[in-house]
């Protein structure tokens, strides 16, 4: 199934929020505020210093990402990325398809290279499309992660030029 990746508009904030709230509640992947309102989360998402994309399939919005400079100044030439995905949807590209799409735009954008700052250890499928891309390990933050049923978890730090 062919997958469409396009810029995130208004129209799709409903879209986003039912996949980025579930995955912020269910606290497993990212470190953020399980309780973060929706409004919050949509701000964060999709905020004024990042470019937001959705991913469709079947006319539906599966997945979506932002891309923005991973640090200000003199660290501005490396990009930074989140990724969400609709678990019913695990399986089909998407994840791919929107890291395929990232790597490119980010080239386009003037990047030289691609940095994840916080990738939770045992989001494994997350780690192993990451080096699929081209994407290394390049530090490990013992126990930085507080997983809701797993207790303290790696975080880790993947990078790669482009």
Same mark, same amino acid.
């Given at each position: 199934m062919s997958v469409q990746i396009r810029r995130a508009?208004?129209?799709d904030h409903a879209a986003i929020a039912r996949i980025i709230v579930p995955t912020i509640r269910a606290g497993e992947t990212y470190a953020l505020d399980r309780d973060l309102s929706e #409004? @919050?989360?949509l701000t964060y998402w999709t905020g004024a210093d990042r470019e937001t994309y959705v991913a469709e399939?079947?006319?539906?919005v599966r997945g979506t990402y932002y891309l923005r400079a991973n640090q200000?100044?003199? #660290? @501005?030439?490396?990009?930074?990325?989140?990724?969400m995905t609709d678990p019913a949807a695990s399986g089909r590209g998407i994840a791919r398809s929107m890291g395929a799409h990232a790597l490119?735009?980010?080239r386009a954008c003037g990047f030289t290279a691609m940095q994840f700052n916080f990738v939770v250890s045992t989001n494994v499928r997350?780690?192993?499309l990451?080096?699929?891309l081209g994407f290394a390990v390049v530090g490990r933050l013992p126990g930085a992660f507080r997983h809701p049923s797993l207790g303290c978890v790696d975080a880790l730090v993947m990078f790669r030029t482009l």
């Open positions: 508009a208004q129209a #409004g @919050a989360a399939q079947e006319g539906a200000a100044g003199f #660290g @501005a030439h490396v990009a930074n990325c989140g990724f490119d735009r980010a997350a780690v192993r990451w080096e699929s």
